[in-house]
């Protein structure tokens, strides 16, 4: 079982990823393997809408990781996309990673669990979460969730690590991951898959 975090912040080392090394040190304490990936401080081209990744799974910037991010995310079981809070949303940069990540090539993510873990100094939290939902709910990603939104508050780790009920927020969502991954695995050994999809419908609001 392998768990692909993200970690958007521009800090490698800084609140959110705090909040991603908490998940990952409880999803090892089940047995289950994670991988955090820094988006880093590149820049990050936003999409084009050119629709080139529709034939080819990929996109045609191949320079700033969303593509070895792409055949990360489908190897993986399940995926933790973690972001700081900027203006009550997920940093820009992120934005424009995850918009090319699922944009027009997203089939191969369907049925892996996913979720979201924000960290914010003060407000915003749930804007920002509930935004980085979108992406797996638009995607037949199921939603791992826990015993609140997934959110930590501080400004350095140090605020992080005081943060005790955000901290149990993240071991609950880690023990909440490992067991749908364990019960889709073993459902999978029973014979029951993903259910069979229906040809999209795509209406655009007119006909
Ligand atoms: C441009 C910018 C906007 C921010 N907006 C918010 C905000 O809306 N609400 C908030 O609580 N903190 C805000 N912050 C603070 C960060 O979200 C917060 O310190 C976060 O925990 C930093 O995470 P990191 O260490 O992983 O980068 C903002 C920071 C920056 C740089």
Same mark, same amino acid.
């Given at each position: 079982?392998?768990?692909?975090?993200?970690?958007?912040?521009?800090?490698?080392?800084?609140?959110?990823?705090?909040?991603?090394?908490?998940?990952?040190?409880?999803?090892? !304490?089940?047995?289950? =393997?994670?991988?955090?990936?820094?988006?880093?401080?590149?820049?990050?081209?936003?999409?084009?809408?050119?629709?080139?990744?529709?034939?080819?799974?990929?996109?045609?910037?191949?320079?700033?990781?969303?593509?070895?991010?792409?055949? !990360?995310?489908?190897?993986? =079981?399940?995926?933790?996309?973690?972001? @700081?809070?900027?203006?009550? +949303?997920?940093?820009?940069?992120?934005?424009?990673?995850?918009?090319?990540?699922?944009?027009?090539?997203?089939?191969?993510? +369907?049925?892996? @669990?996913?979720? +979201?873990?924000?960290?914010? *100094? *003060?407000?915003? +939290?749930?804007?920002?979460? =509930? *935004?980085?939902?979108?992406?797996?709910?638009?995607?037949?990603?199921?939603?791992?969730?826990?015993?609140?939104?997934?959110?930590?508050?501080?400004?350095? @780790? =140090?605020?992080?690590? !005081?943060?005790?009920?955000?901290?149990?927020?993240?071991?609950?969502?880690?023990?909440?991951?490992?067991?749908?991954?364990?019960?889709?695995?073993?459902?999978?050994?029973?014979?029951?898959?993903?259910?069979?999809?229906? !040809?999209?419908?795509?209406?655009?609001?007119?006909?």
């Amino acid at each position: 079982m392998h768990v692909l975090m993200l970690n958007g912040s521009p800090h490698p080392k800084g609140c959110t990823y705090t909040a991603l090394s908490c998940v990952a040190e409880q999803l090892g !304490k089940h047995g289950v =393997d994670s991988e955090i990936v820094q988006l880093g401080t590149k820049p990050v081209s936003g999409c084009l809408a050119c629709g080139k990744c529709f034939e080819s799974g990929y996109c045609v910037f191949k320079d700033d990781g969303v593509n070895a991010f792409i055949d !990360k995310l489908k190897a993986a =079981d399940g995926l933790v996309v973690g972001s @700081p809070t900027y203006y009550a +949303a997920p940093n820009g940069a992120l934005c424009a990673f995850l918009d090319r990540v699922f944009f027009m090539k997203s089939t191969p993510y +369907a049925y892996k @669990p996913a979720c +979201a873990v924000v960290s914010c *100094r *003060r407000g915003g +939290a749930s804007a920002n979460f =509930d *935004r980085l939902n979108k992406y797996f709910t638009i995607n037949r990603m199921p939603v791992v969730s826990s015993q609140y939104w997934n959110s930590v508050h501080g400004y350095t @780790p =140090d605020d992080v690590m !005081k943060d005790a009920e955000g901290l149990q927020t993240m071991r609950t969502l880690a023990d909440n991951m490992a067991w749908l991954l364990r019960c889709i695995e073993a459902g999978a050994s029973q014979g029951i898959l993903p259910p069979v999809q229906e !040809k999209w419908i795509g209406t655009n609001f007119i006909r």
